[in-house]
C-alpha cells in the first residue's frame, strides 16, 4: 500500500515547449503532495506544495510561472514546466503524504521519479 | 531552523561488511525521523522511521534508534549486501510540514 507513481518516466522536449509531469496516488487519497527536483549526486530540493483545491506553496527561489502545479483531485498533482529550456534538465520526483487511516499521517512516500531532458 | 547532519560519502564496504551511516539532527519539539533509500535511476523508497524517543526503526535488516539525548538516528546493518549500494538519505518531519534532508550518503558494496 501507499504507492505513488509518476508519469512518464522519462522525457525528451525541445527547447521553448511545455512538459507535463503527472504524480498520482495509487491507493490513498493524499491532501497534500510535494515536488523536489534533484541534481545529479544532490539531494533533494523541495520545489513546491501542492494542496487539492487551493493554490500551491512554493519554495523561495521557485519560479511559479515557470512551474505550474496543479492539485486537482486527492490522487492527482500535475507539474507543467513551462518554456523549457536546458538549464530545467533534471530529475523530478514527487510525494505524498501517507494515507490517515492507516496511521501514516507523518510520512511520505514518493514517485520513481521523470527524469526531463531539454535539448 | 531544523536541519539534518549525514556522514558524508561516498562509503565504500565489502560484502558482508558491517555498516553505519551517522545522521545527526537539530530541531525545536520532537520530530518523526527517517531513512529513505534510492537506487539508480530511481526515486526513494522509505527505509525506516521512528516516531519517538528510543523509538527503533527497522527494515531488511537495518536498524536505526531515535536517540533524543544525542539527536541521532545512525542507520546499521549488520553485514551488508551488494544489493544494499544506494544513496541513503537521513530526513526529518513534523509531521504536517516538509520533510528536511540530509545531503545523502552514497554506499557501494563490492563483492
Known amino acids: 500500500g501507499a504507492v505513488v507513481s509518476q508519469h512518464p518516466s522519462r522525457v525528451i522536449c525541445k527547447s521553448g515547449t511545455s512538459v507535463k509531469i503527472e504524480c498520482r496516488s495509487l491507493?490513498?487519497?493524499?491532501?497534500?503532495m510535494f515536488w523536489y527536483r534533484q541534481f545529479p549526486k544532490q539531494s533533494l530540493m523541495l520545489m513546491a506544495t501542492s494542496n487539492e483545491g487551493s493554490k500551491a506553496t512554493y519554495e523561495q527561489g521557485v519560479e511559479k510561472d515557470k512551474f505550474l502545479i496543479n492539485h486537482a483531485s486527492l490522487t492527482l498533482s500535475t507539474l507543467t514546466v513551462t518554456s523549457a529550456h536546458p538549464e530545467d534538465s533534471s530529475f523530478y520526483i514527487c510525494?505524498?503524504?501517507?494515507?490517515?487511516?492507516?496511521?501514516?499521517?507523518?510520512?511520505?512516500?514518493f514517485g520513481p521519479g521523470t527524469r526531463l531532458t531539454v535539448l | 531552523g531544523d536541519s539534518v547532519t549525514q556522514m558524508e560519502g561516498p562509503v565504500t564496504l565489502s560484502e558482508e561488511a558491517f555498516l553505519t551511516i551517522n545522521c545527526t539532527y537539530t530541531a525545536t519539539g520532537y520530530p518523526s525521523l527517517f531513512w529513505y533509500v534510492q537506487y539508480p535511476g530511481e526515486g526513494l523508497q522509505l527505509l525506516l522511521k521512528?516516531?519517538?524517543?528510543?523509538d527503533k526503526g527497522s527494515n531488511k535488516g537495518f536498524e536505526a534508534t531515535y536517540r533524543k539525548e544525542t539527536t541521532s538516528f545512525h542507520l546499521e546493518k549488520g553485514s551488508v549486501q551488494v544489493s544494499d549500494s544506494a544513496v541513503y538519505f537521513c530526513a526529518l518531519d513534523f509531521g504536517n510540514e516538509k520533510l528536511t534532508f540530509g545531503t545523502g550518503t552514497r554506499l557501494t558494496i563490492i563483492p
Open positions: 521512528a516516531t519517538k524517543a528510543d
Open positions: 510525494s505524498a503524504r501517507g494515507p490517515r487511516d492507516r496511521d501514516y499521517t507523518d510520512t511520505q512516500y
Open positions: 491507493d490513498f487519497q493524499a491532501t497534500t
